[in-house]
Each structure stands twice: as C-alpha cells, then as structure tokens.
C-alpha cells in the first residue's frame, strides 16, 4: 500500500489498467488463444480420445480434400450462403426500404417483421419441420392439396431439401436485417433528398444515386454479418434431418454438421480439428474478399 | 405551399394505401409461423390436420402432458440461470475491458485491444473441441460451468462498449479524481450510469445469445438435469417423433417466454439492436 502511495498519477493508472485487465487477459489467453493454437496442433493428429495422440503431418488435410463428402459438404456450405445472404438481403431492403416511409402503425408493423428474431433457432426448425411434411400432417402440403395442387416433397427431395431448411433461417434473420437497414436509412441526411426533389429526380434514380451509395456502410455490415451467419449454419440442419443428419445423401450437410460428426460422433478428433481450421480459413476469406470488394467500388 | 402539398398527397393516396396494405399483410405473414405453432399446440391430435388457425375444441392437454414429468421446468430453469450469469458476467467484464481501454493510457493498450478484437475472427465451431477436450480434463461436462465459461466474456461487448464510452468525456473521470474517488468507483459509479443504455443493449444481446445457444450445450452435456431448453426441446421432439401436436407444444414453450419478453421491452429491444448494429 505505502508503495502505491509513492506512485505518480500516471503510474497509478497503469497498476489499475493492469488490475481491471489481469482476469480479461488470462481468460482471453486460455479461453480463445490457447485453444485456436489447440485446434491448429490438433489438426496434425491423429486422437480418438482413448488411445495416444500420435503426429500424423498433413495427413488430416490430405485425407479431406480426397474426401468427395467434404467437397460436396463444402459447396452445400456455399450455397448456404450464395442463396441465403442475397435473397434475405434483397428482401430486407424492399421492407425496410418502403416501411421507411409509413406512419400509420409503423412501430406495430415494424414488431411483426422483428418477431421471429427472437424465437429460437432450434423451436422454428421443428416448427418449419411440421410444415415441410407430407400430407395429411405438413401445414404446406395441406394448403397445396387445398388448392388442388400436387405435393412437394420439401426436405425428402435432395433437391429441395437445402431451400427448405435455408427458408426458416432467412425467414428468422429478416427482422433483424431490416431493423439496421431502415436506421441506415434514417442516418441519410434529407438534404439530398431535398436536393433531389428540386431537380425532378424520379424514385428509381434517387434510389440508385443517393440511397443505396449512402448505405454502403450499412450493406457492408450487413453481407458480411450474414455471410458469416450463413456458412456456419447449424442449428436448423441439425434439428430438421435429425432421422438422417444432413440428409438425404448429404444434400443438405454443412461444413459445421460435418465438424461436429466427425469429432462428437465419430471421435476422430483430428480430423475435426482440420475441418475447423479449413472453416476458419473460409471464413477469414470470405470476410476480408467482401470487405476488400466494397471497398473497392466506394472509390470507384 | 399548403395547396402543393395537398395536391401531393392526395396523388399519392391510393399508392401509399397499396404500400401499406402490402407491408401489413407482409408482416402478419412474417408471424404465421409462429400463429400455427401456437395454435397447433392448443389442438387434439385429430384436428391437426386442419388449416383452422382457432382449433374447433381448443385444449390444454397438450400443454399439461408435455409439463407433467417436469423436464421442461428444469431445462427452462437450467437456460435462465444460465443465460442470466453469463449475461450480467459479459455485461460487467465487457464494459470493465472496454472502459480501461478506451480511457486509461499504458503500454501494451494496443496490443490487448488488438489481440481482443482478432478472437472475433475465430468462429466458436473451432474452438468448440478444444473447449470440450478442457472440459472432461477439468471435469466440466456436465455442469452449469462448463456450458457457461466459453461466454463470460466477449470480444464483440469490448468491442461496442469501448466505442461506447468514447462519448463519456474525459472530464467528468477527472473530476471524480480530484473528488478523491479511486479508478474502480470512477468506472462504476461515474462511468457506467452514463452508457446504460449501451448496457441494456448489450445484455438483451447476448441474453438472447445464450437463450437460443445450441451447438456448445449440446456437445458439453449429456445429462438431460442439464439440458438447456434448446437442447431439451430437440432430445423431447426426437422422441415424440410424430406427435407434431406435442412437438409444437414443446417449440412454443421455448418460444413464449422470449416472446413476451420482446412485447414488453420492444421499443428498448429495437433501440439495443439499432445501437449494437450500427456501433458494432
């Protein structure tokens, strides 16, 4: 105590930095750091949990990229994400874009479209599930054969079944999308609209011209928050093919259901770990390319 | 000026009830989803079939079956104590993290600051193995701990909350100092009541975030005591297999609470998201 007593104000604050940080520092040390340098060393190994980890170089990598299953798990992974982050942005955009400009119940309107942001993922895939069922059990089917139409066969199709588990997932992230969009609406200034109007502008031109240049940030934030969401995709899958995780025929298996296989079901902990690092990679890329290409047409 | 106006609107009228009529019906679309769920759960076995959104005899039975052996109280349990700790946990360490690097001056700032905000690029699905490997070492499976430890803490609340407390000014800490307070009272008694908005932002978040949490509670237990209710809900779905009344019943219970929670605290609900996405 008497030695604090002898520190200056500024050595003061430092011993406090230090104070407030020491717990942060050893839980970001040995919750985060440690284990990513964990799943990396892992990714070298091979451990089924029972016997001796032994080295095995880049065995792990070479076996998965010979693997057709992860190739084939690998594109469902991007067309998680090449479907879901244009269809829900392009969507959130038209609501937000035209609920911008209501008055009348905005905010009740408002809450309907951010309501199922706050369900849980797993309750709206069964949910979704009970749609998606056959007649005389599935909500969807029964409309259909209401109306004289004949059955889809939703998530039993390898065709169908990844736009059926992706439609709750986009339907879910809507809200959300919308809230952001409509408050980077709001953060243009109606000068340029003003602007606009005394020159005869029509909608369309003002809309290409002035709104979505001004959004950029928002757009940027918004691609990228939900590319990310999309390519980790987990939950909805899980809870939807659970009779045959990532069915049928792996139609629908992302690179995370794959993961969590191979390490919790499998036990070939190894392994997993390399599909983690190959996610993280995806991941880092996709960022940083969606963030480099925004960039780039803002100067251009 | 007046007459221009009126002329505008009166143009404008029937596309601006067009707009509206499509936004109204496009919202209650966005909720029958959950208007099915909600009324399939109030519905006998044999009536589910049926498209009617008002079952012809609603019923609780569903309800009291699928609460009789008492697992949904206890996963319901399990997830609020849970959610709540690591909430109020996140909230105080990411604040406490983010203030002391946005307002004190030391060496090494930079490098914690940096090293913080580059874990927000590791994806929990990659960390999820190492987590568990920890776990069984340490005997964590299967408790409230081990579900809880990976979320006590987040980049992403340090993050927002440094930019928070970028508009504290600087004078209110240092007249605080001089009033004799020391850096831990200036920080929680000065500090904080003037981003609390920026804190129920940030709890309602990562509230959230841990209630509809799946992947980690579901590898870090296997005992049904400690399910959490996402996790519950997907053991119980799996068993009943076809009884989609029930099912329904069980993804309304996981649901209800959150949304009553949402009706009451709305306006704050969308402010925090409003807040949390543009500073974020």
């Known amino acids: 105590m008497k030695l604090y007593r002898n520190l200056s104000i500024k050595q ?3 011993v406090w930095a230090w104070t407030f940080l020491a717990i942060p520092v050893l839980f970001y040390t040995v919750i985060r750091f440690y284990p990513t340098f964990g799943a990396i060393v892992l990714s070298f190994q091979e451990w089924n949990l029972l016997s001796d980890k032994s080295w095995v170089g880049l065995e792990n990598y070479q076996k998965l990229f010979a693997d057709p299953v992860f190739w084939k798990v690998f594109k ?17 955009f038209t609501i937000a874009y035209h609920l ?28 979704w599930r009970w749609f998606y069922q056959p007649v005389p059990i599935g909500l969807f089917n029964n409309i259909l054969a209401s109306l004289g139409i004949s059955q889809l066969p939703f998530l039993n199709s390898t065709f169908s079944a990844l736009p059926s588990i992706l439609a709750p997932a986009v339907w879910a992230g809507l809200g959300f999308q919308i809230i952001i969009f409509m408050a980077g609406l709001r953060s243009i200034p109606t000068s340029y609209y003003e602007a606009a109007e005394i020159d005869g502008v029509g909608p369309f031109t003002v809309l290409r011209e002035i709104t979505i240049p001004l959004l950029k940030p928002t757009i940027v934030f918004l691609v990228v928050f939900s590319s990310i969401g999309f390519l980790r995709i987990f939950d909805q899958v899980f809870n939807m093919t659970t009779n045959d995780p990532g069915g049928p025929l792996n139609s629908t298996k992302p690179l995370v259901l794959m993961i969590y296989d191979t390490a919790f079901n499998a036990f070939d902990m190894g392994y997993a770990a390399a599909q983690t690092v190959v996610l993280f990679t995806v991941l880092l890329i996709v960022s940083l390319v969606q963030l480099f290409v925004m960039r780039e047409r803002k100067h251009g | 000026m007046a007459d221009t106006f009126d002329y505008n609107k009166k143009r404008i009228a029937p596309a601006k009830v067009i707009r509206w009529t499509l936004l109204a019906l496009g919202g209650i679309a966005m909720v029958m989803p959950i208007v099915f769920m909600l009324s399939t759960s109030l519905k006998w076995p044999h009536e589910i079939y049926n498209l009617k959104i008002i079952p012809d005899e609603p019923t609780i039975e569903n309800y009291t079956y699928v609460l009789e052996d008492g697992r ?52 929990t699905e990659m960390l999820v193995i190492p987590w568990y490997l920890m776990a069984k070492d340490f005997g964590w499976l299967n408790s409230y701990w081990g579900i809880m430890f990976p979320g006590v803490m987040t980049a992403f609340g340090t993050f ?55 992947i980690w509670p579901l590898i870090v237990t296997n005992d049904p005591a400690l399910y959490t209710l996402p996790v519950g809900l997907t053991t119980f779905s799996v068993e009943q297999s076809v009884e989609w009344e029930l099912i329904m019943t069980g993804a309304a219970l996981a649901t209800i609470p959150t949304l009553i929670v949402f009706l009451v ?16």
């Open chain 1, 12 to 14: 003061k604050q430092v």
């Open chain 1, 76 to 92: 469902n992974t991007f067309i998680y994400l090449l479907l879901g982050t244009p269809i829900s942005l392009v969507i959130s």
């Open chain 1, 100 to 127: 911008d400009k209501v008055n009348f119940l905005h905010a009740t309107i408002r809450a309907l479209y951010f309501l199922p942001f706050m369900t849980s993922a797993v309750a709206m895939a069964w949910l």
């Open chain 2, 72 to 123: 949904f109280y206890q996963w319901f349990w399990n997830s609020l104590v849970i959610a709540t700790i690591t909430t109020i946990s996140a909230v105080i360490f990411d604040s406490l993290v983010g203030y002391t690097l946005c307002k004190f001056r030391f060496r090494g700032r930079m490098i914690v600051f940096v090293a913080i905000l580059s874990t927000l690029m590791i994806p």
């Open chain 2, 160 to 214: 927002l909350m440094k930019q928070f407390f970028e508009s504290v000014p600087d004078d209110f800490l240092e007249a605080a100092r001089i009033d004799g307070l020391n850096e831990f009272q200036i920080w929680w008694s000065v500090a904080m009541p003037l981003v609390t908005p920026a804190l129920s932002a940030l709890a309602i978040f990562i509230f959230l975030g841990n209630w509809t949490a799946f």
């Open chain 2, 265 to 280: 605290f709305q306006r704050y609900i969308i402010r925090g998201v409003v807040m949390t996405g543009l500073k974020g």
